[in-house]
């Protein structure tokens, strides 16, 4: 949940070749065949390190059980990461500037409280549930998207395609154990995630391009870097201390 996607076009700015004849593919693979071969590999990249970040996180809380340390620690790790690179000089960012850096304020409250109920998501329910509704936010992001960035709404094809997957979540919600057995309490912790997100994946826009940043590193560098203030008030204000007294550590 640290590395948002926008990273990665610095990172791998290569194209693969396109295929001669798009006929060769099915109808609703056509629009692979017009996309850049870059796109479609950041594409790919992505997804294959959002899945294997879920399950990791989903690891790391069912082990460990205090969600505020481990969100704390990729805050952590993040930063330093990015700190590196520009004393390498290997990615560029900006400096800590009061100018820039008091509109990632409320972001940062959002970031830090979405990547924590998103860790309490993983806690009490299966990854199932988080790929569904993660699914379903482009739906809503769009909607945002039109109202505040001023962008065009999906076509219709694009448009049955979401609410598809909208159909799909509510089927899954409807036939889930828990909702069968806590109704929608069950979900709070979703519906409190789903929320932040939402509001990240739209201000998060505002942030990266019209701040007149260097390069989306420096957007990484902020939320990361101030997000652990308020994720350490979390867990000391929570019950991750207590938690981790309890935690038996092993090099394995």
Not at 19 to 37: A, I, R
Not at 71 to 90: D, H, R, S, Y
Not at 155 to 176: E, K, Q
Request: hydrophobic share 55%; charged share 10%; proline share 6%.
């Amino acid at each position: 949940p640290s590395l948002p996607f926008s990273l990665l076009p610095p990172l791998f700015p290569f194209s693969l070749p396109r295929s001669p004849s798009p006929s060769l593919l099915p109808s609703f693979l056509l629009p692979l065949e017009t996309m850049e071969g870059g796109v479609l590999a950041l594409l790919l990249i992505y997804c294959a390190c959002s899945s294997l970040m879920l399950i990791l996180n989903k690891l790391a809380v069912h082990h460990i059980g205090a969600p505020a340390f481990v969100t704390l620690l990729q805050f952590a790790c993040t930063t330093l990461a990015v700190q590196v690179g520009k004393i390498m000089g290997w990615l560029e960012a900006d400096d800590f500037e009061w100018a820039k850096v008091k509109h990632f304020c409320i972001y940062v409250l959002a970031f830090s409280g979405g990547t924590w109920s998103n860790m309490r998501v993983l806690m009490d329910s299966n990854v199932e549930t988080v790929i569904v509704f993660r699914a379903c936010a482009p739906l809503a992001v769009c909607v945002f998207d039109y109202l505040f960035h001023k962008r065009a709404m999906p076509n219709l094809r694009s448009a049955f395609a979401m609410l598809l997957i909208m159909a799909g979540a509510a089927n899954y919600v409807l036939h889930d154990h828990s909702f069968l057995v806590g109704g929608a309490a069950a979900y709070f912790w979703v519906f409190v995630w789903f929320g932040l997100l939402i509001f990240q994946l739209t201000y998060a826009k505002y942030l990266v391009s019209s701040l007149g940043l260097k390069s989306a590193w420096t957007a990484v560098l902020y939320t990361n870097c101030l997000s652990m203030i308020p994720t350490a008030i979390i867990g000391i204000s929570g019950s991750d201390a207590e938690r981790l007294r309890n935690v038996h550590w092993t090099p394995q």
